[in-house]
Protein backbone atom coordinates (compact mmCIF):
# COMPACT_ATOMS: atom_id res chain seq x y z
CA UNK A 1 0.00 0.00 0.00
CA UNK A 2 3.07 2.25 0.89
CA UNK A 3 4.42 1.53 -2.77
CA UNK A 4 0.96 2.67 -4.34
CA UNK A 5 0.85 5.75 -2.58
CA UNK A 6 4.90 6.69 -3.29
CA UNK A 7 4.12 5.89 -7.04
CA UNK A 8 1.16 7.90 -7.02
CA UNK A 9 3.24 10.51 -5.77
CA UNK A 10 5.95 10.32 -8.22
CA UNK A 11 3.19 10.48 -10.87
CA UNK A 12 1.50 13.50 -9.44
CA UNK A 13 5.17 15.54 -9.03
CA UNK A 14 6.27 14.29 -12.67
CA UNK A 15 2.84 16.08 -13.51
CA UNK A 16 3.74 19.27 -11.95
CA UNK A 17 6.95 18.84 -13.25
CA UNK A 18 6.12 18.47 -16.55
CA UNK A 19 3.10 20.84 -16.05
CA UNK A 20 5.42 23.78 -14.43
CA UNK A 21 7.59 23.35 -17.29
CA UNK A 22 4.96 23.92 -19.99
CA UNK A 23 3.72 26.83 -18.49
CA UNK A 24 7.61 28.09 -18.01
CA UNK A 25 7.86 27.87 -21.64
CA UNK A 26 4.67 29.80 -22.63
CA UNK A 27 6.08 32.46 -20.34
CA UNK A 28 8.79 32.44 -22.04
CA UNK A 29 7.72 32.30 -25.00
CA UNK A 30 4.58 35.52 -24.57
CA UNK A 31 7.98 37.27 -22.98
CA UNK A 32 9.84 36.65 -26.35
CA UNK A 33 7.27 37.85 -28.65
CA UNK A 34 6.38 40.71 -26.10
CA UNK A 35 9.57 42.38 -25.77
CA UNK A 36 11.32 41.11 -28.38
CA UNK A 37 9.31 41.10 -31.37
CA UNK A 38 7.29 43.68 -30.57
CA UNK A 39 9.19 46.39 -32.39
CA UNK A 40 8.80 44.56 -35.74
CA UNK A 41 5.08 45.73 -35.60
CA UNK A 42 5.91 48.93 -35.40
CA UNK A 43 6.04 50.97 -38.61
CA UNK A 44 9.54 51.69 -39.37
CA UNK A 45 10.77 55.26 -39.85
CA UNK A 46 11.99 54.64 -43.22
CA UNK A 47 10.10 52.97 -45.94
CA UNK A 48 11.41 50.52 -48.79
CA UNK A 49 10.43 50.50 -52.66
CA UNK A 50 6.88 48.99 -52.77
CA UNK A 51 5.25 50.95 -49.21
CA UNK A 52 7.26 48.03 -47.49
CA UNK A 53 9.31 48.08 -44.52
CA UNK A 54 12.65 46.98 -44.82
CA UNK A 55 13.86 44.43 -41.88
CA UNK A 56 17.50 45.20 -40.79
CA UNK A 57 19.25 41.59 -40.88
CA UNK A 58 19.17 40.72 -37.00
CA UNK A 59 15.76 41.93 -37.00
CA UNK A 60 15.11 39.03 -40.35
CA UNK A 61 16.40 36.43 -38.74
CA UNK A 62 14.71 36.61 -35.87
CA UNK A 63 11.44 37.02 -37.80
CA UNK A 64 12.46 33.65 -39.44
CA UNK A 65 13.25 31.70 -36.53
CA UNK A 66 9.58 32.69 -34.90
CA UNK A 67 8.64 31.70 -38.40
CA UNK A 68 10.43 28.48 -38.09
CA UNK A 69 9.38 27.85 -34.17
CA UNK A 70 5.70 28.04 -35.43
CA UNK A 71 5.99 26.11 -38.45
CA UNK A 72 7.90 23.35 -36.31
CA UNK A 73 5.13 23.86 -33.42
CA UNK A 74 2.00 23.74 -35.89
CA UNK A 75 3.55 20.89 -38.40
CA UNK A 76 3.41 18.70 -35.30
CA UNK A 77 0.29 19.70 -34.23
CA UNK A 78 -1.03 19.02 -38.32
CA UNK A 79 0.44 15.68 -38.15
CA UNK A 80 -1.05 14.76 -35.17
CA UNK A 81 -4.29 16.22 -35.91
CA UNK A 82 -4.15 14.15 -39.59
CA UNK A 83 -3.23 10.86 -37.47
CA UNK A 84 -6.03 11.61 -35.49
CA UNK A 85 -8.55 11.86 -37.97
CA UNK A 86 -7.11 8.63 -40.11
CA UNK A 87 -7.63 6.79 -36.70
CA UNK A 88 -10.92 8.03 -36.57
CA UNK A 89 -12.42 7.37 -40.12
CA UNK A 90 -10.69 3.76 -39.89
CA UNK A 91 -12.75 3.78 -36.09
CA UNK A 92 -15.65 4.74 -38.55
CA UNK A 93 -15.26 2.30 -40.80
CA UNK A 94 -14.83 -0.34 -38.38
CA UNK A 95 -18.11 0.57 -36.23
CA UNK A 96 -20.07 0.72 -39.58
CA UNK A 97 -19.18 -2.55 -40.49
CA UNK A 98 -19.52 -4.11 -37.35
CA UNK A 99 -22.91 -1.88 -37.14
CA UNK A 100 -24.06 -4.44 -40.11
CA UNK A 101 -22.75 -7.26 -39.07
CA UNK A 102 -24.92 -7.39 -35.86
CA UNK A 103 -27.87 -6.20 -37.92
CA UNK A 104 -27.07 -9.78 -40.20
CA UNK A 105 -26.60 -11.94 -36.73
CA UNK A 106 -29.91 -10.27 -35.48
CA UNK A 107 -31.82 -10.86 -38.67
CA UNK A 108 -30.95 -14.57 -38.52
CA UNK A 109 -31.52 -14.79 -35.04
CA UNK A 110 -35.22 -13.59 -36.21
CA UNK A 111 -35.70 -15.82 -38.35
CA UNK A 112 -34.66 -18.74 -36.10
CA UNK A 113 -36.77 -17.32 -33.63
CA UNK A 114 -39.48 -17.67 -36.12
CA UNK A 115 -39.20 -20.88 -37.44
CA UNK A 116 -38.93 -22.27 -34.53
CA UNK A 117 -42.46 -20.92 -33.75
CA UNK A 118 -43.82 -22.31 -37.00
CA UNK A 119 -42.52 -25.52 -35.62
CA UNK A 120 -43.48 -25.47 -32.31
CA UNK A 121 -47.15 -25.10 -33.37
CA UNK A 122 -46.83 -27.62 -35.83
CA UNK A 123 -45.80 -29.69 -33.49
CA UNK A 124 -48.58 -28.60 -30.73
CA UNK A 125 -50.93 -29.14 -33.59
CA UNK A 126 -50.18 -32.60 -34.33
CA UNK A 127 -49.92 -33.76 -30.67
CA UNK A 128 -53.47 -32.56 -30.59
CA UNK A 129 -54.54 -34.37 -33.66
CA UNK A 130 -52.81 -37.28 -31.96
CA UNK A 131 -54.85 -36.84 -28.81
CA UNK A 132 -58.15 -36.46 -30.23
CA UNK A 133 -57.52 -39.82 -32.73
CA UNK A 134 -56.70 -41.59 -29.49
CA UNK A 135 -59.62 -40.38 -27.52
CA UNK A 136 -61.62 -41.48 -30.66
CA UNK A 137 -60.17 -45.33 -30.78
CA UNK A 138 -60.53 -45.51 -26.82
CA UNK A 139 -64.72 -44.39 -27.23
CA UNK A 140 -65.48 -46.24 -30.37
Same mark, same amino acid.
Given at each position: ????????????????????????????????????????????????????? +? &?????? %????? *???? #???? @??? $????????????? +? &?????? %????? *???? #???? @??? $????????????????????????????
Amino acid at each position: MNATIRSEKIESSEADSNLAAASEVEAGIRDFVRNDIAYLRRPATGAASGGET +A &LEPANE %ATVNN *VNSL #IQRV @AGT $SLAEIENLITELE +A &LRDLLH %AEGQR *VQRE #ISGY @AQL $SQAAMKSTRMIADNVTQWKRSAEGLRNG
